[in-house]
Each structure stands twice: as structure tokens, then as C-alpha cells.
């Protein structure tokens, strides 16, 4: 795998075209480019990585060939697609939530639980977690190591790309209805997210969360190996096109320090704590890859219990970076097995 074979589902989309960027970007290897969409997109072009590539119709499709496929189109699309690209050899990358929950599909950070990509899975699809819980897990995995977690409590505030192009045009055309008089429209969001917060994100569930709010809980216990993690998430949609927001307390078993947590934090891989300013949405565009951290806190009263504020980019971190470094890491593990096997 030094220069594999790429194909990107949902290529015209906002994640995948970010993706693109990404692959020129960090200088990805890839021997061969193809995207592919419903119908409707079929035939469009894109240029992208010094070529042309015409957008396949994904019903008429044939992953042969293929080594890796990044899937961004959808659920529905993933849960019909992704195993019969799985089945003919194509290692699968998804990005959506149809294989979170699967046994036989790791649900992977790399940052956090990247061992789990040393041997191909049992399904041959990697899933991609949400892309709120990607950057949390990667401040409470080291958290939970030095002062053990006892109870996670979030509210999120995720950006309008969190609901793909669509959703950034809905916010776009809304605030120019606004600003003109006009009523905004509501087609993405259940509520108008022009000059608006929305504190209803993905489907209600029976019990009075949203599908969101869950994702997050069960997908954090999952990727950090912490089953019965105490974690509540509300998430909010805000007017902001770009960048997802969380306000986190964390109860923990040991007391922290403001200190040792800035430290500790500091210490991570592409994480970047502010002490001077506060992160937001507009200021972390200097650094796009890094998870931001501010505002951290322990509580006067309470010394095992600490408050921070985390920005990142939705499209780069929390969806399109997260699965092009699982791809990145999946070449390592290849190239290391050569190494060894040539060796033995």
C-alpha cells in the first residue's frame, strides 16, 4: 500500500471535498483517484490532486481494484454500499453512523485506540466516529490516565457544515432572508439557525435525547474502552458555518490543578491550549488540524472536578482528518509488516 488505489464516496460533498484538500494537503500517496455520488452528481468533474476525475455513479459501481474507499454520503448509502466495497477487497473508512456500533467494524481515533488498525478487520470497515466525540475522546483519553474519569458532563455547540453543504447554505440564505425582512427557511434544521441556537440535533429518541446526544455516549465509552463512562451530552446547532464548540466538566477520582492540566493537555498531539485568548470558531482557522483548548478550570469547591472549552474544525478533525490519519496509519502498519516480514 505505498500509493493506493483511493475512492471517495460522496467526493462532491463538504466532507468529502474536504478530504481532497487533505490527500495534496499532507502529501498522501495515491496511485489512482476515484469519486463517486447518486445519479444526480454522476458525470460532474473535479480537479483535484493535479488530475480531472469524472464522478461515477455509485449504483453502477465496481470497487475491484480499489484499496481504500472514504464513504461521507450519508447512512443509508454507507449501510447499502460499504459492505459490497468491503467484499471485493477494498479496506472501507466510513464516516457515517451505519458501522459505530458493529463488533467487527473498529470505531477508531488514532490519537486514542490507533492499535486497532494493525490487523485489517474482521468486516473490512474502519467506522469514523462523530465529529463532536472525536476531538473530546482525544482530551479525555490522557485525563482518564492520570487522574481517572468519573463522570463527563457536555454541551455542545456544533456549526451548520455539521449538516453538510446543505446546511451552510440553509444558514447563508436564512441570514441574508433575516437582514432582509424576510421569514428564514427551515429545510435542514428543524428550526430557522439564522440569528437562532438550536438545541435539537439528529432525531428525538424515546427518552428524550436526541440521536446526537447519544452518539456521543455510547461512542466515547466505545473508543475509550470505558463501557460504563457516566457521560450526558445537549447538543445545540448555533448560526456559525464552520468549527464545533464544547463546553466540558469532567469529575474525575483524583484532584487535578489547573497547571497539570494545561500540561497535560499541552503534551498531546495536535492539541493547542490557549491561556491568553479563548479558542473560537473564527480564531482556530490558524491552525485547522489541532484540537483548541481554553478556559481550563478547576473547581474551587470540588478539586476533582475540571472545566475546559474545546474548538475544532468539524470538517478537518472531526470527520475528514480523522479518517485520512486512519488511512495514514493503516499504510504505517503495512509498511511496517513488510519491513518485518522482509527481515524474517
Not at 486497532?116 to 476531538?135: D, F, H, K, M, Q
Not at 456549526?159 to 453543504?165: D, I, K, T
Not at 487535578?256 to 470558531?281: H, K, S, Y
Request: aromatic share 4%; charged share 25%.
Amino acid at each position: 500500500m505505498n500509493a493506493p488505489r483511493i475512492a471517495i464516496v460522496g467526493g462532491t460533498g463538504a466532507v468529502g471535498r474536504t478530504l481532497l484538500h487533505l490527500l495534496q494537503e499532507r502529501d498522501f500517496p495515491v496511485s489512482g483517484l476515484r469519486l463517486m455520488a447518486s445519479e444526480r452528481s454522476a458525470g460532474r468533474t473535479v480537479t483535484a490532486l493535479g488530475r480531472t476525475t469524472v464522478v461515477e455513479d455509485l449504483a453502477t459501481a465496481d470497487f475491484t481494484g480499489t484499496d481504500i474507499a472514504f464513504f461521507s454520503a450519508g447512512t443509508p448509502v454507507s449501510a447499502r454500499w460499504a459492505p459490497r466495497a468491503a467484499a471485493v477487497g477494498t479496506l472501507v473508512i466510513d464516516n457515517t453512523n451505519a458501522f459505530r456500533m458493529d463488533r467487527g467494524s473498529p470505531l477508531v481515533v488514532p490519537q486514542v485506540n490507533g492499535d486497532l488498525l494493525v490487523e485489517r478487520p474482521v468486516s473490512g470497515i474502519v467506522a469514523n466516529p462523530n465529529c463532536s466525540t472525536i476531538p473530546l475522546v482525544r482530551l479525555l483519553r490522557p485525563m482518564h490516565e492520570e487522574y481517572g474519569l468519573r463522570r463527563v458532563t457536555v454541551a455542545t455547540y456544533q456549526a451548520a457544515s455539521g449538516g453538510g453543504q446543505s446546511g451552510i447554505e440553509e444558514l447563508r440564505d436564512g441570514t441574508r432572508n433575516v437582514l432582509e425582512g424576510l421569514p428564514p427557511a427551515a429545510d435542514r434544521f428543524p428550526e430557522p439557525l439564522a440569528f437562532n441556537v438550536v438545541p435539537a440535533i439528529d432525531r428525538f429518541q424515546d427518552d428524550g435525547f436526541t440521536l446526537e446526544e447519544r452518539k456521543m455516549r455510547q461512542e466515547s465509552r466505545r473508543i475509550l474502552g470505558l463501557p460504563g463512562l457516566d457521560l450526558v451530552a445537549t447538543c445545540v446547532r448555533v448560526p456559525v458555518e464552520n468549527g464545533h464548540s464544547e463546553a466540558v466538566v469532567v469529575d474525575c477520582e483524583r484532584p487535578l490543578t489547573v497547571d497539570g492540566l494545561t500540561g497535560l493537555f499541552a503534551a498531546q498531539p495536535e492539541v493547542e491550549v490557549w491561556t491568553d485568548r479563548v479558542p473560537t470558531p473564527r480564531t482556530v482557522t490558524r491552525s485547522p488540524d489541532h484540537v483548541h483548548v481554553g478556559r481550563i478550570r478547576v473547581d474551587p469547591e470540588r478539586p476533582t472536578r475540571a472545566l475546559f472549552w474545546l474548538v475544532a474544525d468539524n470538517l478537518r478533525v472531526g470527520a475528514a482528518l480523522n479518517a485520512l490519519q486512519i488511512a495514514e496509519r493503516v499504510a504505517e502498519e503495512s509498511r511496517r509488516t513488510r519491513v518485518t516480514g522482509g527481515s524474517a
